[in-house]
Nanobody, 127 residues
Framework: QVQLVESGGGLVQPGGSLRLSCAASRFTLDYYAIGWFRHAPGKEREGVSCISSISRSDGSTYYADSVKGRFTIARDNAENTVYLQMNSLKPEDTAVYYC?????????????????WGQGTQVTVSS
C-alpha cells in the first residue's frame, strides 16, 4: 500500500512563502512521479506541479502556468520526501493541496490517473 502524507500548510499573508512536504513510508518515493494538486471551494481540482523519478526517469519538473516562477518542486531522496516551495503567494492560491502518484516514473497531468493520494493540507493566503 502506497501511503503519502502531506504537511506544511497554514495561514500566510499575500507575498509570503510556505513549503509543503510529501513524505512516504514503506516505499521509495523516487521510484514514482509525484504530483501536487489543489482544490479550492467552488473550483475544479487543478494540477499544480509534478516531478518525475530521478532514478527511473530524468527528474523532469512541470508547473501550471498559474504558479510558474513562484513555486518550485524538488526531491530530497535522503529524506524520502518531495517538497513544494511556494513563494509570492496570492489569495487565489488558497486551497487544499494534495500530493499524489500515478505509480509511474513519468508525470501525468491527469488527476484521474493518480493511484494514491495524500490526505491534503490547507493553505490559506489572506491578510
Amino acid at each position: 500500500q502506497v501511503q503519502l502524507v502531506e504537511s506544511g500548510g497554514g495561514l500566510v499573508q499575500p507575498g509570503g512563502s510556505l513549503r509543503l512536504s510529501c513524505a512516504a513510508s514503506r516505499f521509495t518515493l523516487d521510484y514514482y512521479a509525484i504530483g501536487w494538486f489543489r482544490h479550492a471551494p467552488g473550483k475544479e481540482r487543478e494540477g499544480v506541479s509534478c516531478i518525475s523519478s530521478i532514478s527511473r526517469s530524468d527528474g523532469s519538473t512541470y508547473y501550471a502556468d498559474s504558479v510558474k516562477g513562484r513555486f518550485t518542486i524538488a526531491r530530497d531522496n535522503a529524506e524520502n520526501t518531495v517538497y513544494l516551495q511556494m513563494n509570492s503567494l496570492k489569495p487565489e492560491d488558497t486551497a487544499v493541496y494534495y500530493c499524489a502518484t500515478n505509480l509511474s516514473p513519468i508525470c501525468s497531468a491527469r488527476a484521474d490517473s493518480m493511484r494514491s493520494w495524500g490526505q491534503g493540507t490547507q493553505v490559506t493566503v489572506s491578510s
